[in-house]
């Protein structure tokens, strides 16, 4: 089962003389749900992410998954980055269970556990091959297989797909999203590509610079699978680039809100702006 994120009036700052990086961020990101966040780079949003994920503790507020506050890294939200990771003299089933080992699961029995989680992302095949034999999509999967084998309640995605060609990178826009869904998985991605926001997320969340803050979201009323010809698609596309474009407006509180605004009492602190049609 999916958890609740809380994001806590968020401050951070690489050092104490510092500019904040991050600043009073507070929102809520219900069970379940699949959060994009998206932003200029160097507006923080891989900072952020981070924090979600325990790896960095924020200079103020805190992050709370269920309630309880998030201090160190665990198996209970697991993050994907931009490269696999994978160790190359290992076969794609014991990269795939190396979570189950380091969380005390004998090998042979995580070998054999995650069999069925290489099936689901298409590598049922490629169990006992070496990784470095497989294409950077299939080692994607690898990884992603390896993130789920620990059954997170939190899956964090910090632009795995940006290296792969366009069809491995569909694929897996439509993948991702939907084994989340099946297993019930918050997620949270940080992307610069405006048509996966839209094509993996249920809300999307738009972040200014100097300092990062959230100044406006965006929900993703499509169904599932999501084609970027639907016009209704090309529609949300067309107003997230908007409210992308408008980032500098949007920060100083200039005319845009989102239509999830009235509904999220979070940002009930952010500048008030006007909906969008």
């Given amino acids: 089962m999916g958890a609740r994120i809380s994001l806590d009036y968020i401050t951070h700052r690489f050092g ?24 200029r780079s160097g507006c923080g949003k891989s900072t952020l992410l981070h924090i979600l994920a325990g790896l960095l503790q924020p200079s103020e507020g805190c992050v709370r998954v269920n309630g309880h506050q998030v201090t160190k890294p665990s198996a209970r939200w697991n993050m994907m980055f931009q490269k696999a990771s994978l160790y190359p003299w290992m076969s794609t089933e014991e990269n795939a269970a190396l979570g189950l080992i380091f969380a005390g699961t004998k090998k042979r029995e995580a070998v054999a556990q995650v069999q069925e989680l290489l099936a689901m992302v298409g590598l049922q095949e490629k169990n006992k091959a070496k990784v470095q034999s497989l294409s950077g999509g299939q080692q994607q999967r690898v990884a992603l297989a390896r993130s789920l084998a620990t059954n997170p309640e939190v899956l964090l995605l910090d632009e795995p797909f940006s290296a792969l060609d366009a069809f491995t990178r569909t694929a897996l826009q439509e993948d991702v999203p939907a084994i989340c869904r099946d297993r019930g998985i918050t997620l949270v991605l940080v992307t610069h590509d405006i048509d996966e926001a839209v094509a993996m997320a249920d809300r999307v969340m738009i972040m200014s610079q100097n300092p990062g803050r959230i100044v406006s979201e965006l929900s993703i009323d499509l169904s599932y699978p999501r084609r970027h010809m639907d016009a209704h698609f090309q529609s949300l596309r067309s107003e997230l680039m908007d409210r992308f474009e408008n980032i500098d407006k949007l920060a100083h509180g200039e005319d845009l809100i989102s239509d999830s605004d009235t509904e999220n009492p979070s940002l009930s602190a952010q500048p008030s702006k006007r909906s969008l049609p």
């Fill in 16 to 39: 104490s003389a510092s500019a904040p990086t991050l600043s009073n961020i507070n929102s809520e990101i219900k069970s379940g749900q699949q959060v994009a966040l998206i932003g």
